[in-house]
């Protein structure tokens, strides 16, 4: 008998001399690694070993306690070279007791290593192994299935054969002699290859209302393969969801035209990842979709019109597992799986992202906002979750805007307003200089300065918010036109001109003042909402998800009161958290437990028959907040003085202060903004008696 032990896992007994090493790790249950079985040829179970003296465990390992190198550890069969130092554990025998070291690339269970997504702490948990066996044709009478199982039974027990593989069985039978390799999942075959295979790749994708976002995975080692995205095409059939609903509900035969359209471009999305990757799409085992309810109903062919009306009712709130065929994708051997939705608003990317930032782990209060043209929003600590969405529409984005237009090159990012001269500053995508800088007539003339895409809209407005071009209300004064050729009339209201280089003139009007404003409302009476029904307070924890949020700086962020009042460290953007709460999912079956567990948890809160949401939304509509105090912000920078509010509800003028645009602050009618019911969906914003010159009720 020898002593052996394995580390880093720590696991150890007597074991007979002679043994492997991969042998005894199987006794002792340690996570080594092998596709072949011990037949020296897929080179993952390599072990190290070193001579000397273990004083932790009272062990002196000499350079005798393996056997010698076999040619089989060194010749050209082994497909993953040998390391230096290196041993394979199926082929080297234990003659004394010893120290065996499992590195992180022999184990199966092992750490992923990050690369485009962050996947800190998540350790490869996967669905699927590899085994190469050699299938012998006996006379006998027994089918290759029969003769299959009997192959795998040493590993996987009694094991049943998809359907989905037989074909494919029988031609590697045929054409190598009896090698194959087959993938087993939860004890059935659900591929087979002829020879030897040692890659298994995934897929997470997050369906986004305007983008698709797609990662390749290596289900063995978690590495991202390949990362690719595309518009989504059911744009064309509506910009925002409920438009899409509206869609359906008027075109006979609508969802089917939207179904097709997100399937086919999942499937040219798929053929781009694994082109990138130099794989064939019969490696892709594992699919996993995430997305709003919308793109969740459309993808799987649920009718989307219950969701476009109270009680928003959802078709299924659990996951969906299916053949990859079945929603039309080329991926003979893969398996699909849909996660569940929260709620009628509140979808599967919302679960994910709940996966990836753990608002449901922490002891203090973390707010998730996902934010788009319907922001989702989720509030929670380790003992209580809330989830909402509000409805923003697509101005963050740019939609629907004067001058707005998506994150492209040339697209206005980022913006400075000097508050005493009212000169901008602009940066554009694509340009490192700011327009002030040396070099940026040069380096912009290729594109142009072409429009503002999301982020430097919510910068736009809060720069104007700080240098008083627009007011607390969002009023653009129009006495300023007379000191500044940056405010200029347009009609009855004022307009400011952010860029003009002769040839196109970038501007912001006032309705698009108030379209941000109204987004912007929604959003934050959505996280008022959660914040009462949670009874949180000191909310130090806030993270920005979504394409979009990643490009949110947060300190004006607060100043348009997008978010509520926090130290400014604790608001962060989280990237693309639903892409990588998918990721999470696909590489392990323990985090995949852990989102559906989240999602049964979550407390959903639906901002459409709230009663105080009308109240929190005219509340939110002014900068930063009607009501709010703001006393970290006002640490910061240097915000305009409130204007006081008439015990008559008229509002009176600061001293000093002219009046706007040949009308009278000192009562401002009251404008009706509330949430208007549409034949398609959740409420949308919107006005009655539309003046943009003045501004919400107080």
Known sequence: MVRVVFTPSGHQGELDAGITALEAARILGVDLDTVCGGRAICGRCQVQVATGSFAKWGITVGPDALSAPTSSETNARVKRPLQAGNRLGCMAHIQNDIVIDVPAESQVHRQVVRKSVDLTGVVVDPFVALSFVTVTSVDDGRSAVELLRSALRARHGDVGVDPRALPHLVQALHREGGDVTA????????????????????VAVDIGSTTIAAHLCDLSS???????????????????LMSRVSYVMMNPGGDVELTLAVRAALDELISELTDQAGLARNAVLEIVLVGNPVMHHLLLGYDPVPLGQSPFTLATNEPVVGSASA????????????????????????????????????????????????????LGNRDRQFAASSPTGPAFEGAQLTCGQRATAGAIERVRIDPSTLAPRIRVIGVEQWSDEPGFAAAVAKTGVTGICGSGIIEVIAEMYLAGV????????????????????DGRTFT?????????????????VRAIQLGKAALRAGIDLLIDHAGATDVHDIRLAGAFGAHIDPLHAMVLGLVPDCPLDGVRSVGNAAGGGAVRALLSRSLRSELEDA??????????????????????????????????????????????????????????????????????????????????TQPTLSTLSADPTQGPPT
């Open 183 to 202: 993938a087993v999942r939860d004890g059935v075959v659900v591929a087979v290859w002829p020879g030897f295979v040692d890659t298994m790749v995934g």
């Open 599 to 680: 999602a049964r948890r979550v407390v959903k809160i639906e901002t459409a028959t709230e009663p105080r949401f009308q109240e929190l939304f005219v509340q939110a509509m002014a900068f930063p907040h009607a009501a709010a105090p703001t006393p970290n912000l006002a640490a910061l920078v240097t915000l305009p003085p409130r204007r006081e509010v008439a015990a008559d509800g008229g509002r009176r003028r600061r001293p000093g202060r002219p009046e706007r645009g040949g009308r009278s602050d000192d009562v401002v009618s009251a404008e009706l903004i509330h949430l208007e019911p549409t034949p398609s």
């Open 327 to 378: 929603l039309g994708l080329d991926l003979p051997f893969a398996t699909f799986y849909v996660g569940p939705c929260i709620a009628g608003h509140v979808g599967a990317d919302t679960t994910a992202a709940m996966l990836a930032e753990g608002p449901h782990r922490g002891s203090e209060w973390q707010l998730l906002v996902d934010v788009g043209t319907n922001a989702e929003i989720v």
């Open 496 to 512: 400011y001109v952010l860029h003009d280089d002769g040839e196109r003139r970038i501007v912001v009007t006032q309705n698009d």
């Open 222 to 240: 978690g590495e991202v393969l390949a990362t690719a995205g595309r518009m989504n095409p059911q744009i064309r059939f509506g910009e925002d």
């Open 470 to 489: 627009i007011d607390q209300d969002g009023v653009v004064d129009g006495s300023l036109a007379a000191r500044t050729s940056h405010v200029i009339p």
